[in-house]
């Protein structure tokens, strides 16, 4: 069964530091989606930035970039140059190999950045 | 930009009685889900529709029903509401497609007294 695991329950970075959120995930699926969710106080899901499996790059999108390492089924979203505003739940989400669009999420990370 | 609404940002039910969580989505998109989010759980989906009138059950059902009787609504329906249904409930759209995300509506935190 897949599975998306987020080992970090809470994370602290100071602001304009780097940051690396943790994400690992399982699946006997060749072809899959990840994906990198944001999730301020206010409750909605802000999407970061999506990875496919066969993609040969690590995904960038702005200051969030993804470390993809497939031998290794990790997925962890980097940060750069933290911002107070970055201060959120993260979670990591994988697509379901039947091709139905659902997502597998993980347990999330709260990320507090300080001044 | 996609707009996800959902009709309440909060609510507060009494046990027994019936629940209706609405969503509308302004882009046309065919696939709509419902999930819940509970602190140390992440998201777990609910039910997910693929088209006006069609769903499927996801991994958390039980206690829900759904109806989607136009293609940019997608009601979440709690028939008889328990104090376990106390959670915050996120709806989301989508194309569909490998590449495609969910845009996610603002959520609902329901408590069930």
């Known amino acids: 069964a897949q599975k998306i695991t987020q080992t970090q329950p809470g994370m602290f970075v100071q602001e304009k530091e780097a940051v690396t959120l943790d994400c690992t995930y399982d699946?006997?699926?060749?072809?899959?989606?990840l994906f990198w969710y944001k999730q301020p106080s206010s409750g909605e899901m802000i999407f970061l930035i999506y990875?496919?499996?066969?993609?040969?790059q690590n995904a960038t999108e702005g200051r969030y970039s993804l470390n993809f390492q497939k031998a290794r089924k990790s997925a962890n979203l980097v940060i750069s140059a933290s911002q107070l505003g970055d201060s959120a739940m993260y979670f990591c989400?994988?697509?379901?190999?039947?091709?139905?669009?659902?997502?597998?999420f993980g347990t999330g990370t709260r990320l507090q950045v300080f001044p | 930009d996609v707009k996800v609404t959902q009709s309440s940002r909060y609510l507060v039910k009494r046990t027994g009685e019936k629940v209706f969580l609405e969503c509308v989505q302004d882009?046309?998109?065919?696939?709509m889900f419902w999930y819940r989010q509970d602190p140390g759980l992440g998201l777990r989906l609910i039910y997910f529709?693929?088209?006006?009138?069609?769903?499927e059950k996801g991994d958390i059902p039980e206690g829900y029903s759904v109806s989607r009787e136009k293609k940019e609504r997608f009601s979440l329906i709690l028939e008889s509401a328990s104090t376990n249904q106390t959670s915050m409930y996120l709806c989301?759209?989508?194309?569909?497609?490998?590449?495609?995300?969910?845009?996610f509506g603002p959520g609902t935190r329901l408590t069930v007294l």
């Open positions: 989301a759209s989508g194309r569909g497609g490998s590449t495609d995300t969910q845009y």
């Open positions: 699946t006997s699926d060749p072809s899959y989606g």
């Open positions: 990875q496919g499996s066969y993609d040969q």
């Open positions: 989400a994988m697509d379901s190999p039947t091709g139905t669009d659902k997502l597998i």
């Open positions: 882009m046309d998109h065919e696939n």
């Open positions: 529709s693929y088209d006006v009138k069609m769903k």
